[in-house]
Each structure stands twice: as structure tokens, then as C-alpha cells.
């Protein structure tokens, strides 16, 4: 088995549901207290043994690779203690590499451009629109579970309101152990009465190559996009099977207004720098309330 060490950030997507923050900024450079969403997603990988990242990016986003790059004039004008290691630490935290999706048909079809960059290795995928938090990262999680059942990772999933299981995606489950699910279908944004469970993938799976196979078989489907849930549902059908992992850490959809106030609030708060003031403040402010 082949040690997992690939991960595959689409972030190419519009971020329509949090204009109009996003109509100059890719969603991915949100700020979270002084870090971008996209950060954090890089960070989890990083510290789940990931040492090779392809991010798929759209039109005007070429700020998120500046983010990534060094930038000298910037380096040479800070002085602060720290300052200038945690710029450059930024461009060390991998080998980060950018191609971009020319047209945005799909989270499914941005997968399939990560096949030169994967090859025939298992890969992670790192949906953009969610930051997970938590002392252990997701993608860790997934990779214990490809080197446990030998299977690909149909999700970091949750247990979501069965009124919220139209806007994700449903997953046929059977309990293995622990937080463990086997799964053998699944449905993208069913109609009510096609779910088989309230489980939806929650931003994070981990895929083997055959998935591209499958990707280039896979027609529109819900929204009109090519579905990385479909080609994992034909895979899950006939290839015998795939992994769930109730995952453990808070999940924020970057996608969302509210959930992205929370992620700051709620971040800020254990923030090493600014945490206690900011505590201190809201104590205060709730007072007004």
C-alpha cells in the first residue's frame, strides 16, 4: 500500500453565497483572524503527513499563489520579532503547486485535472469551501482508515439535519467499529425519499486512481455538474466498497455568512496572540445584548 502523501485543493469555485465579499477576493483568502480560509486547509494537510499540494484555481485568483510565493520587498521591511518567519514559513509549508480550471463544471471535473499531478498514487481531496478545526487533523483521520481497510475515504462525514441532506449528499452506511461506516452508495443533494442515511461528506476525502476512470464516464448531474459524488457512488456499487469516517474537529463552510463569522469568532478565541482580550471583550459586549 502506498503511503498517502498527495492532496488536492479545488478552489475555483465562485463564492456566490458570500457576495460581495467575494466579488474581487477568491473565497479561499476569507480572513480568519490574520490567516486565509485556504491556509488552514493547507496547515491540516501539512500536519497530517502531506508533502505535495495541487491547488485548482479559477480566473482571478492568482492571489491565492502570490500567498503561497515569498515575497521579498515585503520580507526585507519586517523587523518584528516573528513576523518575518511566520512570511516565510508560509511558502515552506510544502511543495505547493497551481493549475488552473478553465471552466468551472464541477467539483468532479476539477478532480479529474489532478490526475498528471497524482498519478498512481492515493491522494486526498481538500474541498475549499470547508475549514476544519480540531487537534487532530481530518485528513490524519482518513489516511488511519486507508491503511486500516485498504479502501478509499468516502468522506470526513457528519451526521447533518435530515431538513439539510437535499444540500449535501446522503451515504448508504453500515457501522464497522468505532466511527466507522462502510459504504456502498451514495446520492448527491437527493429529493426527499431518495436519502439513505442522514451521513453527508463533510469536506474531505481520500481517493485511489481508479476514480479517474470513472470521472471521465461521469455525466451532469445535480446542478448541471460533473459530481465527484457520482463517480464515488459507481465506485462504491461495483469496486467493492468505501470507507466513512465520522470525523471529529468543528466544521465551518466557508461558503456560508454566518459560519464564517462563527469560524472567526470561535478561532479568535484561542488565538495564542489575542485570544484572552478578545474574550474579555466579548464578555463585555454581551452585556449590551
Known amino acids: ?9 479545488p478552489a475555483a469555485g465562485l463564492g456566490t453565497r458570500v457576495l460581495p465579499a467575494t466579488k474581487a477576493m477568491p473565497k479561499g483568502m476569507l480572513p480568519i483572524v490574520d490567516k486565509p480560509a485556504i491556509q488552514y486547509l493547507v496547515e491540516e494537510a501539512v500536519r497530517s503527513g502531506i508533502t505535495d499540494i495541487l491547488i485548482i484555481l479559477g480566473r482571478n485568483q492568482s492571489v491565492i499563489e502570490d500567498h503561497f510565493d515569498r515575497s521579498p520587498e515585503l520580507e526585507e521591511k519586517l523587523a ?10 508560509i511558502s515552506n509549508l510544502a511543495n505547493i503547486y497551481f493549475v488552473r480550471q478553465k ?11 489532478a490526475k498528471p499531478f497524482t498519478g498512481d498514487d492515493p491522494f486526498v481531496v481538500i474541498y475549499g469551501d470547508d475549514v476544519i478545526w480540531g487537534e487532530d487533523p481530518v485528513c490524519a483521520q482518513l489516511i488511519r482508515a486507508y491503511e486500516e481497510f485498504g479502501r478509499p475515504a468516502a468522506g470526513g462525514v457528519s451526521a447533518v439535519p435530515w431538513a439539510d441532506v437535499s444540500r449535501y449528499c446522503s451515504l448508504k452506511t453500515t457501522p464497522i467499529h468505532d466511527n466507522y461506516f462502510f459504504v456502498d452508495d451514495m446520492i448527491e443533494k437527493p429529493k426527499k425519499g431518495q436519502e439513505f442515511s442522514n451521513y ?21 448531474g445535480a446542478g448541471g455538474e460533473i459530481q465527484l459524488t457520482d463517480a464515488m457512488a459507481e465506485y462504491a456499487r461495483n469496486y467493492g466498497g468505501m470507507t466513512a469516517v465520522e470525523f471529529t474537529g ?16 470561535e478561532l479568535a478565541l484561542q488565538h495564542p496572540e489575542i485570544g484572552e482580550a478578545f474574550r474579555a471583550y466579548l464578555k463585555e459586549f454581551c452585556k449590551t445584548l
Open 200 to 220: 453527508s461528506i463533510l469536506g474531505r476525502v481520500l481517493l485511489t486512481p481508479e476514480i479517474y476512470d470513472l470521472l471521465a464516464h461521469t455525466k451532469p
Open 1 to 9: 500500500m502506498k503511503k498517502v502523501t498527495k492532496a488536492v485543493i
Open 80 to 89: 518584528a520579532p516573528g513576523m518575518l518567519e511566520e512570511c516565510l514559513g
Open 103 to 113: 471552466q468551472t463544471l464541477g467539483l468532479g471535473h476539477a478532480v479529474s485535472m
Open 250 to 265: 468543528k466544521h465551518y463552510d466557508m461558503g456560508n455568512k454566518l459560519k464564517v463569522v462563527e469560524a472567526q469568532v
